[in-house]
């Protein structure tokens, strides 16, 4: 029965091949092209090959199209979180570490780290026809404290490179969400712009009525016009802003690009970060993740100056030596003992110290750094409040109204055009600084809260 066969080489097409074994089966396989991946041999298990890779590409494709299809949703600052944490390139790193130190792990679990040796002789004798076989196995012991002592090393590794993956998603849920609120605020300068560009215009439309009606000359006019122009370059370059923004928005969650990336949220709501700042513990009572990062790499240390301690005492191996003649056969057991007389292993004893006086070192120092950059965050961070508060609350909302009284007074011909634009200025200004203060205390927050480590 005849079956199709996929032909390797670029070009070709799928064609009938005759039943396995026969004549033309074995001319098609003498011509099949001899191209291998990776050493293997394109012949006829290339089917198998095929669907491997070809599933293999589906799932690849699927999982590449995965954060294209995230930048649909509207991000919040939640979701910015989430996806830092799980869909970085920075966090899937930092799990494959940890995969590494597993496999690690099961390496020092192993019974030991020798694998048995089986050694066979045969020949005969110089002066007659009579032969003799022999053979030994040797079976090394992993037994006493070194195998006790490696695994604590590999299980306080495992347990570092968890901690270091739980703290680099805290740096990374740090810097995306310092991103989120930077195109927040981006999207919030542009809306002042775009304000702005609307007053303009009826500033403009009002000029051109007094202008029509004779009460304003045409300077009035052109100054309005100019203002117009400002008002257009100024809302293009915050757009330039914000995109600039999304981008590296996107670049942090590891998103391919930043088009259609649409965000949603409130840059003025700090309410994560006033319980954060409300909470009274210390840097030592958070026990964040770099921390206990830190104590775990110490106990590696320990450990593996324990194991190296250990290393002088003897390796055995129990040796079973099997011999056959024509005369007799013989079974003789025995014993082996490794000797440490030439390399006592004072090096690595040397070596284990030195790591576990740096790895207490790096967790006084960590310590210390931690205190520092939550006492620091929390002035900060009341600070950046306080003043985002008082524009907010005070300043903004008189800015606002006089802007509004002097446009219509200057519709009612009360105001002169300078005098307009004097206060225009000052609105527009005291918007972008409630922008910018509002920003500076998110940005504090977010500080806060890494410095805490209450991110994610």
């Not at 670029?10 to 098609?28: F, H, I, Q």
């Not at 011509?31 to 991946?37: D, E, M, Q, S, V």
């Not at 307009?420 to 998110?442: C, G, M, W």
Request: proline share 4%.
């Amino acid at each position: 029965m005849a079956r199709r066969r996929f032909a390797g080489a670029p070009g070709a097409r799928l064609r009938d091949r005759a039943a396995p074994g026969s004549p033309a089966s074995r001319s098609a396989d003498a011509t099949w092209p001899a191209i291998g991946l990776r050493g293997v041999p394109m012949g006829r298990g290339f089917s198998l090959l095929a669907w491997t890779c070809a599933l293999s590409g589906a799932v690849a494709l699927n999982v590449a199209a995965q954060p294209a299809e995230e930048t649909s949703l509207p991000l919040t600052a939640s979701r910015v979180i989430e996806l830092a944490s799980t869909c970085s390139p920075e966090a899937r790193i930092a799990a494959a570490r940890v995969e590494e130190a597993r496999g690690r792990l099961t390496s020092a679990r192993v019974f030991s780290q020798e694998n048995p040796v089986l050694e066979a002789l045969s020949g005969r004798s110089w002066r007659g026809p009579a032969g003799s076989t022999e053979l030994e196995l040797a079976v090394p012991l992993g037994y006493g404290l070194g195998r006790a002592y490696r695994v604590q090393e590999a299980t306080a590794t495992v347990e570092r490179e968890t901690l270091h993956a739980a703290d680099a998603r805290r740096l990374l849920a740090g810097r995306a969400l310092a991103s989120f609120y930077r195109v927040l605020h981006a999207e919030m300068q542009l809306g002042i712009a775009e304000e702005g560009r609307r007053l303009a215009g009826e500033q403009r439309r009002i000029a051109e009525e007094k202008v029509e009606a004779g009460d304003a000359a045409r300077l009035e006019l052109l100054v309005a016009e100019t203002e117009v122009s400002r008002g257009e370059s100024a809302a293009e370059s915050a757009a330039g802003e914000l995109a600039l923004a999304q981008l590296e928005l996107a670049a942090v969650l590891g998103m391919p690009s930043s088009q259609g990336l649409r965000t949603t949220g409130d840059l003025a709501d700090r309410s994560r970060f006033d319980a954060i700042a409300a909470d009274g513990r210390t840097a030592g009572e958070r026990e964040r993740a770099d921390l206990r990062a830190a104590r775990a790499d110490l106990a590696a240390a320990a450990a593996s100056l324990k194991q190296a301690r250990a290393a002088w005492i003897p390796g055995i191996a129990l040796r079973l030596s099997y011999g056959e003649d024509q005369e007799e056969s013989t079974l003789r057991p025995g014993l082996a003992v490794s000797l440490p007389i030439f390399d006592q292993r004072r090096g690595e004893r040397q070596q284990a110290l030195a790591r576990r006086l740096r790895a207490q070192i790096e967790l006084e120092a960590r310590r210390a750094l931690a205190a520092v950059e939550l006492e620091g965050a929390q002035a900060a961070y009341r600070r950046a409040a306080a003043a985002a508060s008082e524009i907010e609350v005070t300043a903004l909302p008189r800015a606002l109204e006089t802007e509004a009284l002097a446009l219509a007074g200057y519709e009612a011909g009360k105001f002169d055009l300078p005098a307009l634009l004097i206060v225009r200025r000052n609105a527009l200004e005291t918007r972008r600084e409630q922008a910018d203060r509002l920003l500076s205390a998110a940005l504090a927050g977010v500080d806060l809260a890494v410095a805490a480590g209450a991110l994610p």
